[in-house]
C-alpha cells in the first residue's frame, strides 16, 4: 500500500471517528513519503482533536502528549495547539508550560489574551519564590506579569486588564515595604551584635550582654553562636533565661533532646515560669514550631 492510500484510509477512518487509526494511517503515509504535505496537515489535525477529546476526558496527560505531537505537525503561523496546550498547561498549574507555550502564541498572533495568560504563568512563578523567600525572583517575575498585562491593557483597553496592573503593583509596593521593614530589624539585631560584642570585652562577666547577643544570633539565623553566649549567660546567670533561649535554638538546629534537656532546666530553676513550662510541655508533645 503506497502513501495515497495510506493517507484516504486515515481520512476514512478520521471521518467515521476512529482518531486512532487515522493517526496510525497518516503516521505511515509520512512515514514512506515524507514529502507529502496532506498527511502532515492531517496529522496535526488529528493529534490535535485527539488531544482536546483526552482534555475533556480529564486525561491530561495524554492530552499533552498529542497536543505536543500535533505542534510537531503545525504550520509556523498556526497558534492554535500552542494556545490549547498554554491553557491545559495553566489548568494543571504548569507555570513553566503556561509561559512557553503563550511567548509561542504571542510571537505568531499578539493578542490581549496571549498576554493575559502568559502573566498568569508568571504570576504563579513570583508567589512560589515569593513564598520561598527568594526575593530576586519574586520581583523578577512580578515584573514580567505586571508588564504583560500592561501590553495587554494597551492592546485591549476595555477587557479590565488594567485593574489585574494596578493588583499587581499594589502587592509589589507591598512587598517592598515589608523587605524594606525586615532590612531595618535586620539592622537593629546587627547592631545589638556589635554593642554588646563591646560590652563584653570590657566586662566578660556580663551576662546579660551575652543574652541579648545570644538572642540577636538567633534571630539572624546563626544558632550555633547563639547556642555558644547563651552557654556563657547560663554559666555567669544560671536563673537569667539562657536556659529558654538555648533550647529554643537547639530545637532549631534539630536537637530536640537538648533542647528538652534545657526547658526542663528552665522549669526546675523557676518553677513559676509559664514560659519554660509551656516550652517544655510543646517539646515533649512534639508540637513546637521553631
Known amino acids: 500500500m503506497n502513501a495515497q492510500e495510506h493517507l484516504e484510509r486515515g481520512v476514512d477512518c478520521f471521518n467515521n471517528d476512529d482518531i486512532d487509526q487515522a493517526i496510525a494511517e497518516f503516521t505511515e503515509a509520512f512515514r514512506i513519503d515524507p514529502s507529502l504535505a496532506a498527511a502532515k496537515g492531517h496529522l496535526h489535525t488529528a493529534y490535535y482533536n485527539r488531544g482536546v477529546m483526552n482534555f475533556q476526558n480529564g486525561n491530561n496527560d495524554l492530552a499533552i502528549a498529542d497536543l505536543s505531537k500535533a505542534i510537531k505537525f503545525s504550520p509556523s503561523d498556526d497558534a492554535t495547539v500552542y494556545n490549547a496546550r498554554g491553557m491545559l498547561y495553566n489548568e494543571m498549574e504548569n507555570n513553566d508550560g503556561v509561559i512557553q507555550d503563550f511567548t509561542e502564541v504571542i510571537r505568531i498572533a499578539p493578542t490581549d489574551a496571549a498576554y493575559f495568560f502568559r502573566s498568569t504563568g508568571y504570576r504563579g512563578k513570583y508567589k512560589a519564590y515569593g513564598a520561598a523567600g527568594d526575593e530576586d525572583n519574586f520581583f523578577k517575575y512580578i515584573d514580567l506579569a505586571i508588564d504583560d498585562l500592561?501590553?495587554?491593557s494597551q492592546i485591549a483597553p476595555d477587557a479590565n486588564h488594567q485593574k489585574g496592573v494596578d493588583l499587581l503593583i499594589s502587592e509589589r509596593e507591598l512587598r517592598e515595604k515589608a523587605n524594606d521593614s525586615q532590612k531595618a530589624q535586620m539592622s537593629q539585631?546587627?547592631?545589638t551584635i556589635v554593642d554588646t560584642t563591646k560590652v563584653i570585652q570590657i566586662n566578660p562577666k556580663d551576662a546579660k550582654a551575652y543574652y541579648d547577643r545570644a538572642s540577636a544570633y538567633g534571630v539572624l539565623g546563626n544558632s550555633k553562636q547563639s547556642?555558644?553566649?547563651?552557654?556563657m549567660a547560663?554559666?555567669?546567670c544560671p536563673t537569667c533565661g539562657g536556659?529558654?533561649?538555648?533550647?529554643?535554638?537547639?530545637?532549631?538546629?534539630?536537637?530536640?533532646?537538648?533542647?528538652i534537656y534545657d526547658f526542663k532546666m528552665a522549669v526546675q530553676l523557676g518553677p513559676g515560669n509559664d514560659a519554660a513550662r509551656n516550652f517544655l510541655d510543646e517539646a515533649l508533645a512534639g508540637t513546637i514550631r521553631y
Not at 547556642?227 to 552557654?231: G, L, R
Not at 535554638?249 to 533532646?257: A, I
Open 234 to 236: 547560663i554559666n555567669l
Open 243 to 259: 536556659y529558654i533561649g538555648r533550647g529554643y535554638e537547639y530545637g532549631k538546629s534539630g536537637d530536640s533532646q537538648k533542647a
Open 189 to 191: 539585631f546587627e547592631k
Open 150 to 152: 500592561k501590553t495587554a
Open 227 to 231: 547556642i555558644e553566649d547563651f552557654t
